[in-house]
């Protein structure tokens, strides 16, 4: 932690003088998602994006909300630029998001004084209606596939956060994809014009040789493996990993094949993996977590990656895995072919015969994986951190658009 400095009060940087007149706009942005204990693709598009805009024009005052009565807010050296301060509220979200469902209030925008109000994340916002309010929106699998998600997800998203509303009331909409766009558009009738498609970027590359077996070296990693990185939960359609895995496992070739699943034990864990016999258990390796410092080293390892998971409304697990050099199998729904084009194998996530064939292809076809390889490092070049963070400033301050 940084010593001196209470994240439980509205303080500002060193640098930054009180008086906020200096500056062309000012910009609230909405970080609460960041005090999330598990980590996700959010937190992911949030840090990134901010750690690439914040410093693009010094000229605009960016005001970072956190909010909880007890928990301290995490640190990130982009909260120290000299036009950056950080307002932690001593509020529960729960108590906010109630407030703002029942009564609209407190005005956020008033508490931060702010022109723009700018959410990373669908959590609620009261704001006034002079504020300008832009919103990514990420996907609307809570919608598409209600199944996937626990009651009380359901809840937050439909009642809580009321993400329709937020998408009707917002004067400019982010999507982080074409699939999440066409889903605010049919399901929410939302104005395609007031609709940015924004993709994100990655910043992951492949580790150098040395450093990958020493990687190998360190973990006691001496087989192959085939990888899964994401929450383990039903969405992410882990069973048919493991489905597939199997298969492979029948053939003479493929008998020292490990997979790595690797991520957060989410909602209905046990139920993935609970008709799954001994072979199972003693070829599939669990990581609870992966450090960011190791997250390239897995993937680059990793002779295939597989993420036939049944809805994304972006998919960085599949540009990561691409960018460190390593042949993916993805679905062929949602937003994944926008990422992978084509230089994945793309497979329909319900057949999980496809899954395994695919998989066995890369793994016998030394000429199919080079050039998927080599397609991917193409690909991944037109998904750009610097290129998102100029293109969401760009929407964030064209005050000529606004919901009357």
């Not at 000429?367 to 750009?384: D, E, G, M």
Request: glycine share 4%; with cysteine.
């Amino acid at each position: 932690m940084t010593i001196g400095i209470d994240p439980h009060t509205h303080f500002e940087s060193a640098a930054l003088p009180h008086d906020s007149s200096q500056f062309k706009l000012s910009v609230g942005i909405d970080c609460r998602m960041l005090q999330a204990e598990q980590r996700s693709g959010v937190q992911e598009y949030t840090e990134q994006l901010l750690a690439h805009m914040l410093s693009l024009d010094k000229n605009i005052q960016y005001v970072i909300l956190f909010s909880s009565l007890t928990k301290r807010h995490p640190e990130y050296w982009w909260l120290y630029l000299d036009n950056v301060r950080v307002m932690h509220l001593r509020w529960p979200n729960a108590i906010l998001f109630s407030l703002n469902r029942l009564l609209n209030w407190p005005k956020l925008d008033q508490k931060l004084g702010v022109d723009v109000f700018f959410s990373p994340h669908i959590f609620p916002a009261a704001l006034d209606e002079d504020c300008r309010r832009v919103t990514t929106f990420h996907d609307l699998s809570f919608i598409r596939f209600p199944d996937f998600f626990s009651f009380r997800r359901r809840w937050w998203h439909s009642f809580q956060a009321d993400a329709k509303k937020q998408c009707r009331h917002s004067d400019s909409v982010i999507a982080v994809s074409k699939s999440t766009r066409n889903d605010l558009v049919s399901i929410f009738d939302c104005d395609p014009e007031k609709i940015k498609v924004i993709y994100s970027g990655t910043h992951l590359t492949r580790p150098e040789e040395k450093e990958l077996l020493e990687f190998k070296k360190r973990k006691k990693i001496s087989e192959p493996y085939l990888l899964y990185i994401g929450t383990l939960e039903p969405r992410k359609n882990v069973d048919s990993i493991v489905k597939a895995f199997l298969i492979l496992k029948e053939k003479k070739e493929f008998q020292n094949l490990k997979l790595i699943l690797a991520g957060a034990r989410g909602w209905l864990y046990n139920e993935i993996f609970k008709d799954f016999g001994d072979l199972a258990k003693s070829d599939v390796v669990f990581v609870d977590h992966i450090d960011d410092d190791e997250r390239a080293l897995y993937y680059a390892g990793a002779e295939v990656f597989i993420y036939p998971s049944h809805f994304e409304g972006f998919g960085f697990p599949v540009l990561e895995a691409m960018a460190c050099g390593t042949p993916v199998v993805t679905s062929n729904t949602s937003s994944l072919p926008e990422v992978a084009g084509d230089s994945a194998i793309l497979v329909d996530p319900n057949n999980v015969s496809m899954i395994a064939e695919a998989v066995a292809s890369i793994l016998t076809d030394s000429r199919l994986r080079s050039r998927l390889i080599k397609s991917a490092n193409l690909r991944v070049q037109q998904f750009s951190w610097l290129s998102a963070a100029q293109k969401t400033l760009e929407t964030i301050i064209n005050r000529d658009k606004k919901v009357s």
